[in-house]
DNA sequence: AATTCGGGGAC
DNA sequence: GTCCCAGAATT
């Protein structure tokens, strides 16, 4: 019966999948890309960098012999930007040190940085043909409805036994595919809170639908609350120019651009600005406040607008500036662009 | 084992 | 508003 649960499965696969363009290759620079830019992320959102990525570095040379600039600036706006920086220091490290030759095994796979255990899996499979099962969320709650498994899903126990049950059932003749078909049967059928059990092929096999609980799963340890930070921002203008500076690390955005800025631990009725002298500060305006939800934090911005001269701005390190018409073209945070949007600044053309 | 890294769509 | 998404790295 386990034989016929796979056959159904890929059944339907075959005859309702969604037609994405890395399902058509086994080239293993374009299936890592997809699987690194789909990390934490829908296939909606990203399709269009995948397209952009292609465009721009159409092989792992190409990537490898770009800078941390450009490929940040192609991610902008997608999240997780240590992902960028990861698969730049893998393509390097693959095109410099290993002659350009990919992995073919998920064990080497997962040596690489930004690689874990499920894209090494995924590229593996999809590439290579290795017969391993991939779990990632969707294949998690597939699972645990499958199975009617009320185990906490983020438990490394509970994995374990997934990932147990997964090998006994990936045909060896097929891995890829039946990896393919459990995620699309997660992302279309048996998606999260609402499963569409009518129209599931695999329906009869589901514990989890016949002890109508399959709603309900996968049991989950729920988040912790985020915190609160304030950030006032600087949008110095003198000209046609503008300041940037660029994201520490160890904080959020690491290595994305923004404009000089003050972080309060509550909103200041007037904030500090430590990049000018104190002549400055009666032209200040206040432009924009936005509240900025992230998974972990909550930031409240207020984008200030100071119009200046050279001569009042104190020098600063990691300071530097740019045509203000210009901004677009740095990458930047969602923050920043929303700002920029609102203020009609467009990149030149 | 617990936190942190984003942005956006579905509800 | 909450939850979750083709997860991984860090502590």
Redo the contacts with the bound molecule.
């Keep these: 019966m386990l034989n016929d649960f796979v056959k159904s499965l890929i059944r339907w696969y075959e005859g309702s999948a ?1 037609d ?1 363009p ?2 058509s290759t086994t080239d293993p620079y374009l299936i890592w890309l ?13 399709l269009p960098y995948y397209l952009k990525f292609i465009q721009a570095f159409p092989t792992i040379q190409h990537l490898a012999s770009a800078s941390e600039e450009e490929v940040l600036k192609l991610w ?8 960028a920086r ?1 698969m730049l220091q ?1 393509a390097r490290y693959i095109a410099y040190k290993m002659n350009g030759i990919f992995p073919h095994n998920s064990k080497t796979w ?1 040596q ?11 590229i593996s499979s999809f590439a290579f043909g290795e017969v391993i099962p ?1 779990l ?6 597939v699972t645990a409805r499958l199975l009617a498994c009320s185990e906490d899903i ?4 509970t994995r374990q036994l997934f990932l147990q049950f997964l090998e006994q059932l990936i045909p060896a003749a097929a891995p890829a595919v039946f ?2 078909a ?3 049967l ?2 279309m059928v048996c ?4 499963p569409d059990c009518a129209s599931c092929p695999v329906a009869s096999h589901c514990q989890g639908r016949l002890m109508g609980m399959a709603a309900s799963l ?1 049991v ?8 609160l930070r304030y950030f006032d921002y600087f949008h110095l203008v003198y000209g046609n120019r503008t300041w940037l500076i660029r ?1 520490p690390s ?5 290595g ?1 651009h923004e404009f000089p800025m003050v972080e309060n631990t509550h909103p200041e009725p007037v904030p500090r600005i430590p990049f000018l002298q104190a002549s400055a500060l009666q032209s200040m305006a206040l432009e924009a406040e936005y ?7 909550l ?1 409240n911005a207020r984008f200030w607008k100071i119009y200046t001269t050279p001569e009042q701005i104190n020098p600063l390190s990691g300071i530097f500036e740019c045509a203000h018409n210009r901004l677009k073209e740095y990458a ?4 920043m ?2 700002y920029l949007e609102q203020q009609h600044i467009e990149t030149e053309t």
């Design positions: 969604r994405l890395w399902r997809s699987e690194v830019l789909l990390q934490q992320t829908r296939v909606d959102q990203g902008q706006g997608l999240g997780y930007y240590s992902r990861n893998t997962k690489m940085k930004g690689v874990g255990d499920y894209t090494a899996a995924a991939v990632d969320g969707n294949v998690a709650r983020t438990k490394n126990t990896n393919q459990m995620m699309e997660g992302a998606k999260p809170g609402k996968p989950k340890a729920k988040k912790a609350k985020p915190t994201r160890g904080d959020i955005w690491q994305l509240t900025h939800r992230l998974t972990h934090q930031i930047l945070h969602r923050l662009v929303r």
